[in-house]
């Protein structure tokens, strides 16, 4: 049976409204054309058009020649959308600006806020002594196994610095590099945004030296003594390179001759568990300080990710006055909810189906990029949860760009660019809904 059309408009209102207030939608966000929201709604495009206009009176919305409507309300929060919530919402992408990417690309990282199965929060909220545990009582055993699960890695529960969050981690490194009076920083290029925001925040001179193939171009680094370098030797991101084995022996030679500190950031190596990609340069420290630093949100989700800093013999008193200078008595309840989950029986068994997982998803992002993308130059691992790919901009379908391939702004040459693909972050089912989807654009192409 029909719905009468005043019931239908009152439905597409209130999706719409859901969306903003929500989150889903931001202020910004490009609604998708009229012909195919009404392709979506089975109902006339008169229909879409007069749902259009009730939502820009009461403003929610503003109609725009040419770009069409766009939303100007934000909401109260903004949860993480999916791709089956936002369903055609992000499929009109061609005209959303180039300067909504890193937006983009954090709503899909938030999307699987919290992978702790259901009955561990039950079991751990259910326990109001958990609530009143001060920050002494954090028992770094289950830390230590992880670490030594994941990296081969065996450290000392004083090495072992906890935090809620990646930027809390960098925040006490940059402090104690103040103290030190080391204030120039030397990153890789491509390098995140909010580290060099942090950094120069801080008034940290900053020095880029750029990525290839091999990983960091250690030819190119500087000659100079008492830095820091900010590195990711075993997984790059957004580049998704790996040091070569002869440019370890490199670096390690140019940081022992310069006195240089290094920050081995280990976040995008993903969990090995007895496939160790390579060994940690944190184990080569014989005559170079190294920092070793990760995170678990992999494991556990974006909600309850926390890093991890392991620290050289010879800072750990250093690091653990000034820590406890800066830290609460009460941590975020996230630290006691992770703790019994990783002491657990059930961790083997997650992390198994973990790795079972990410390598299915792998191998179809690589046959994707190979058969179904005209693509220069590709970066893929199959144990890792992104790539990046070098291709002609006008060979990326715009359907596509900025909601699975991210344009790398940085690495932008006339009509060729490095695009990132965060497949990891994808279902299987969506990247399924990738490959029919080029498929499909390819056969229109044709015909």
């Known amino acids: 049976m029909t719905k009468p059309k005043g019931l239908v408009k009152e439905k597409i209102t209130n999706d719409i ?5 929500q989150g889903t939608l931001n202020k910004g966000d490009i609604l998708p054309s009229i012909r195919s929201m009404s392709s979506r709604y089975n109902v006339s495009r ?13 403003g929610y ?7 069409g409507y766009v939303v100007i309300k934000n909401g109260y929060s903004a949860p993480s959308p999916t791709l089956q919530q936002t369903g055609n919402l992000t499929g009109d992408v061609a005209s959303v600006p180039r300067d909504f990417t890193q937006q983009q690309l954090e709503r899909l990282e938030q999307r699987r806020s919290c992978k702790l199965p259901p009955h561990f929060i039950k079991r751990w909220a259910s326990d109001y002594n958990n609530f009143s545990r001060s920050i002494s009582s954090f028992e770094a055993e289950s830390l230590q196994r992880f670490i030594t699960l994941s990296r081969g890695m065996t450290v000392e529960a004083n090495a072992l610095l906890l935090f809620s969050g990646y930027q809390e981690a960098l925040t006490l490194i940059a402090l104690f590099l103040q103290q030190r009076q080391r204030n120039v920083l030397i990153v890789e290029d491509p390098c995140s945004p909010k580290i060099r925001a942090l950094f120069a925040q801080l008034n940290f001179e900053i020095i880029s030296v750029p990525i290839d193939h091999e990983g960091l171009c250690v030819d190119e680094l500087p000659s100079i003594t008492d830095a820091t370098l900010l590195c990711m030797p075993t997984l790059q991101y957004p580049m998704a390179t790996r040091l070569s ?16 500190l290094i920050i081995e950031d280990d976040s995008y190596a993903m969990l090995g568990f007895g496939k160790c990609l390579s060994p940690p340069l944190f184990l080569q420290q014989d005559r170079v300080s190294i920092i070793y630093l990760t995170q678990l949100i992999e494991l556990v989700g974006s909600s309850y990710n926390l890093a991890i800093l392991v620290l050289p013999p010879s800072l750990i008193a ?11 008595t009460y941590p975020p309840v996230n630290f006691y909810m992770v703790e019994p989950f ?7 068994k997650y992390l198994t189906s973990l790795l079972e997982e990410r390598h299915i998803k792998s191998k179809l992002a690589r046959e994707i990029c190979h058969t179904q993308l005209s693509i220069l130059q590709l970066n893929h691992h199959d144990d890792c949860g992104f790539s ?12 596509l760009v900025d909601t699975i391939f991210f344009p790398l702004a940085t690495l932008s040459e006339q009509d060729e660019k490095y695009f990132l693909f965060p497949h990891g972050l994808l279902t299987h089912a969506e990247l399924e809904k990738v490959a029919a989807t080029l498929n499909t654009l390819s056969a229109c192409s044709l015909s």
């Open 17 to 21: 409204i859901s969306m903003i207030i």
């Open 46 to 58: 008169g229909t879409i058009l007069i749902v259009y206009k009730q939502l820009e009176s009461i």
């Open 318 to 328: 250093d690091f653990n006055i000034l820590n406890k200078a800066l830290s609460s």
């Open 61 to 67: 919305i503003q109609g725009f020649e040419r770009s």
């Open 388 to 399: 990046c790919f070098l291709a002609k901009k006008c060979d990326i379908p715009e359907e």
């Open 245 to 260: 084995e002869n440019r370890k022996a490199q670096l390690y030679q140019w940081a022992a001759r310069n006195r240089i």
């Open 342 to 348: 990783l002491s657990s029986s059930y961790l083997m």
